[in-house]
Each structure stands twice: as structure tokens, then as C-alpha cells.
């Protein structure tokens, strides 16, 4: 799942736009990057054409969905399958200088109900021929708009079924699952969240819910440090056992997972996937008909791809092995120890930091469970060292001239390494100057 975030990612150069953007890539690179997602494992994407996408990106929605098709059909030539990512009643614009950028819609006034019709079939018509099945999103952005009395999660069922009977009309076999990523008990959910909904049984049992759908569990790891799991990221036994009882199919989608939308970098997620991966309970595999995870700075986070494709089939594999298995295939056994410490530094600094190390989860759980925990006192000292180490050893590496890795990439071993090491800069730098203000807690 593609998704580039308006305010940072719009400050990049042109040049970095067109690294990173798929908006602007060639059709050639989504082939190979779709082709490296067959490699490492999945079976499926995830694709929307919302207006968020060519919005952010500075493009036009006909380029947008120009490359979401050749995604899409990259990915049957492969055999995978498609789901469609539609925003609920949020309308986003295509003016990026909008002050609502993605304004909420009453599904009880006539006006906002046309126009939730006209997004919807435009979604549809745009690829939902080719879709295998449709999630639906109601929070971030989403929710009942402000002042409605009569807005519940019931009507977020409603639009629900509303937006399954307009994309049925263009494709009669297409599945559907509502999601509840978000949304938490007592209505203090992210942005305005939806009275009445008190945990997926709110949404799972509503007799009114088109009987053919299924429900997609969000879960966020924002918060899991690679030691202790992020709230969010823990998908409960008990709410599987309810939608097996309730006779509906699961699935998850999970962000901030294998990527950080919010904060465009390179990110290394080995203990992160290992800990999440290896959490998810018995009957995930019986209630769960599938399960997303995040793809947002494209081709910076191949190494997370390349373990969450390994260990969403099998958890109990050994995610630091499989680290190594993927840094031999990159750039060769000679040159996969330097590699695999260059990422345990950024791992080091960017999943300890108390940016990471925050307890997120429940709004509904006092402040203080959510604060994080102290860093070692150490950590920023062996933060640097392990930066600098890291950076000495590539300075002087030298790839073998004659190795190709085993798989598609979406960035070569020349393109990857230029970026690691201006990561590493980064961190030593910041972390230095931490350690010189003597704030070496501060978020990173």
C-alpha cells in the first residue's frame, strides 16, 4: 500500500520526487518493484485511487490512475490478486492548497450523499473491474461529522453496503471488507471517530451489515520497539472467535509495520516484524483471509519487504537470519556482514529512540501508560559509535563487480548503499548534537 504524506513528502526536491514517488515512476519500475514483491513472498496488492495520492504527490488523477493500473496488471501477469482501498465518507480534493484537504460528508444530507456516489463510482469505474475485493475506510480520515445527531457506526455500515452495491455493479464477484482501523471504544478515536462503537462486535454484528462482508482488523505498530509490542499491534483472540461466530471472514491491515507513512526515511524493522509476526494468535490463520502490510518509501525499505513476505507465510522463522539471507543476495556474502551492521545501527538508533519507545494504543487508557520508558543511559554513546563504525566500513567497501542479486529490486546495490550512508550521517549527526546538549532522551 502505497501512501505518501502530503506535508513532508511535498517539501522534497523534484529529483528525490521522482526517486521515491511512484506517482512519477516509469511503467518499467512499478513492473520490477510489483516483481520484487512476487519475489519476496506476497501474493496480493493493495492499491486506491483516492485523491490523497496524486494530490500529495503534485500530479493529476489520470497519471495516478495510469500507474495503479499498470501496478494492478503487473501483478496478475504474476498471479496475485488486487484489493481496493476506499476511503468512506471523506471526499479528498485534488487542489493541494485546499484548506480541508479531504472534507467529511453526511451521509444524511442529500448534497453530501451525491456526492459520496459520485467518488464511489468513480473509484469503481477507475479500476474496480480489475479489483478482487474492496476494504472500506471510516477513521484517518474519517468519521462522523460534527454535529450529527444521527451519525453512529451503523452509518458507517450503511455507506458500507451503499458502496458494495456500486462497485458490484461493475464487478458482481468483488469482496468486501469494512475496517475499523482507528476507531476505539467510547468514541475517542482518532479524528472523530463513530458514536457507538465499542469494539469490532459493534461492526461484526450489525444485522444490517451486507452478509458477504468481512471485517479488516487494523493494527498499528507505531509504537513496538522490537521488545515490547505496540497496543495496536496486537491482534486479540477474542475478536477473531467473535467474527468466526458471527460468520464473518476476518483480515488485517496493518501500517507502520514495514514502513513509517509520517516519517519518509529508511527505516529497519528486523525485531519489530519478529515480535509482531510471532504475537499473532493460533486462529489467525483460520479467521484471517488476508493481511496487508505498508509500502510507502518504496525501495528503501526492500529489506523489511523481503522479511514480512518470509514471516507473514512462517513466524517462527529467525527474522535475523533471514536479515542475513537478504543481505546475501543483495550484495553478495562478502559484503552482507557490513551490510547487516549498517542496518542494526539505523534499527539502533530509530526503533530505540523514544520516538518509537512511545506507548501508544487505547485513548481510552490514562496518560501515563502511554509515556515511554527511559532509554539506557548508554544508548546515544553506542548509537554514534555504531554509526561511525558503520560508515568507516562502507567507505571502503567495494562490491563484487560480477554479482546480481537473486531477485528483482527496486533500487539497485549502488542506489541503496548512496542512501544508507546519508542515513548514517544523519543519525550520527543528530545523535551527536544530542549528546552535546546533554539531551540524549529527546525523540529522534
Known amino acids: 500500500m502505497y501512501c505518501p504524506n502530503s506535508g513532508i513528502w511535498n517539501a522534497m526536491t523534484p529529483k528525490l520526487k521522482e526517486q521515491y514517488f511512484m506517482c512519477y515512476w516509469p511503467d518499467a519500475r512499478i513492473r520490477q518493484h510489483v516483481a520484487m514483491l512476487h519475489a519476496f513472498g506476497f501474493n496480493a496488492l493493495q492499491v486506491s485511487v483516492v485523491g490523497q495520492m496524486p494530490r500529495n504527490a503534485g500530479t493529476t488523477m489520470e497519471e495516478w490512475v495510469h500507474r495503479v493500473n499498470v501496478m494492478i496488471d503487473a501483478g496478475h501477469a504474476l498471479g496475485m490478486s488486487i484489493t481496493q482501498f476506499v476511503w468512506?465518507?471523506?471526499?479528498?480534493?485534488?487542489?493541494?492548497?485546499?484548506?480541508?484537504?479531504?472534507?467529511?460528508?453526511?451521509?444524511h444530507q442529500p448534497e453530501h450523499r451525491n456526492a459520496l456516489y459520485q467518488e464511489w463510482e468513480r473509484s469503481a469505474r477507475a479500476i474496480g473491474a480489475k479489483a478482487d475485493r474492496v476494504v472500506t475506510h471510516w477513521c484517518d480520515p474519517g468519521g462522523a461529522t460534527p454535529d450529527c445527531p444521527d451519525c453512529t457506526i451503523h452509518t458507517a455500515?450503511?455507506?458500507?453496503?451503499?458502496?458494495?452495491?456500486?462497485?458490484?455493479?461493475?464487478?458482481?464477484?468483488?469482496?468486501?471488507?469494512?475496517?475499523?482501523?482507528?476507531?476505539?471504544?467510547?468514541?475517542?478515536?482518532?479524528?472523530?471517530?463513530?458514536?457507538?462503537?465499542?469494539?469490532?462486535?459493534?461492526?461484526?454484528?450489525?444485522?444490517?451489515?451486507?452478509?458477504?462482508?468481512?471485517?479488516a482488523i487494523g493494527i498499528m505498530n507505531y509504537g513496538n520497539n522490537g521488545e515490547r509490542l505496540d497496543r495496536c499491534g496486537q491482534l486479540n483472540p477474542a475478536d477473531l472467535h467473535m467474527l468466526t461466530e458471527a460468520g464473518r471472514r476476518g483480515a488485517v491491515w496493518a501500517w507502520y509495520t514495514t514502513d513509517v507513512e509520517i516519517l519518509p526515511a529508511l527505516h529497519v524493522h528486523t525485531k519489530l516484524l519478529q515480535n509482531y509476526f510471532r504475537s499473532?494468535?493460533?486462529?489467525?490463520?483460520?479467521?484471517?483471509?488476508?493481511?496487508?502490510?505498508?509500502?510507502?518509501?518504496?525501495?528503501?525499505?526492500m529489506h523489511?519487504?523481503?522479511?514480512?513476505?518470509?514471516?507473514?507465510?512462517?513466524?517462527?522463522?529467525?527474522?535475523?537470519?533471514?536479515?542475513?539471507?537478504?543481505?546475501?543476495?543483495?550484495?553478495?556474502?562478502?559484503?552482507?556482514?557490513?551490510?547487516?551492521?549498517?542496518?542494526?545501527?539505523?534499527?539502533?538508533?530509530?526503533?530505540?529512540?523514544?520516538?518509537?519507545?512511545?506507548?501508544?494504543?487505547?485513548?481510552?487508557?490514562?496518560?501515563?501508560?502511554?509515556?515511554?520508558?527511559?532509554?539506557?543511559?548508554?544508548?546515544?554513546?553506542?548509537?554514534?559509535?555504531?554509526?561511525?563504525?558503520?560508515?568507516?566500513?562502507?567507505?571502503?567497501?567495494?562490491?563484487?563487480?560480477?554479482?546480481?542479486?537473486?531477485?528483482?529490486?527496486?533500487?539497485?546495490?549502488?542506489e541503496f548503499l548512496y542512501e544508507l550512508v546519508a542515513h548514517l550521517r544523519a543519525i550520527e549527526q543528530m545523535l551527536s548534537y544530542l549528546k552535546a546538549q546533554g539531551n540524549e532522551s529527546r525523540q529522534l
Open 157 to 215: 455500515v450503511e455507506m458500507h453496503n451503499a458502496i458494495m452495491e456500486v462497485f458490484r455493479r461493475v464487478n458482481p464477484r468483488i469482496a468486501g471488507y469494512i475496517s475499523n482501523w482507528m476507531l476505539y471504544p467510547g468514541n475517542k478515536s482518532f479524528d472523530h471517530g463513530w458514536p457507538g462503537y465499542d469494539g469490532v462486535h459493534s461492526i461484526a454484528n450489525d444485522r444490517d451489515l451486507d452478509p458477504a462482508s468481512g471485517v
Open 304 to 414: 523489511n519487504l523481503y522479511l514480512a513476505g518470509h514471516l507473514m507465510q512462517d513466524p517462527s522463522l529467525d527474522a535475523e537470519a533471514l536479515l542475513r539471507e537478504y543481505a546475501d543476495g543483495f550484495v553478495g556474502p562478502e559484503a552482507a556482514p557490513i551490510l547487516v551492521r549498517a542496518l542494526a545501527a539505523v534499527e539502533h538508533a530509530r526503533c530505540r529512540s523514544l520516538r518509537y519507545d512511545l506507548k501508544v494504543g487505547d485513548p481510552n487508557e490514562e496518560l501515563h501508560d502511554k509515556l515511554a520508558d527511559a532509554l539506557p543511559p548508554d544508548w546515544a554513546d553506542q548509537g554514534v559509535d555504531m554509526a561511525r563504525s558503520s560508515l568507516e566500513e562502507l567507505s571502503g567497501l567495494t562490491l563484487p563487480p560480477g554479482h546480481q542479486p537473486p531477485w528483482p529490486v527496486t533500487l539497485s546495490r549502488h
Open 280 to 301: 499473532l494468535p493460533v486462529e489467525t490463520t483460520n479467521a484471517v483471509d488476508w493481511h496487508t502490510v505498508d509500502d510507502c518509501c518504496s525501495g528503501l525499505n
Open 88 to 107: 468512506g465518507n471523506a471526499v479528498s480534493s485534488l487542489d493541494p492548497h485546499a484548506a480541508d484537504p479531504h472534507p467529511l460528508h453526511d451521509w
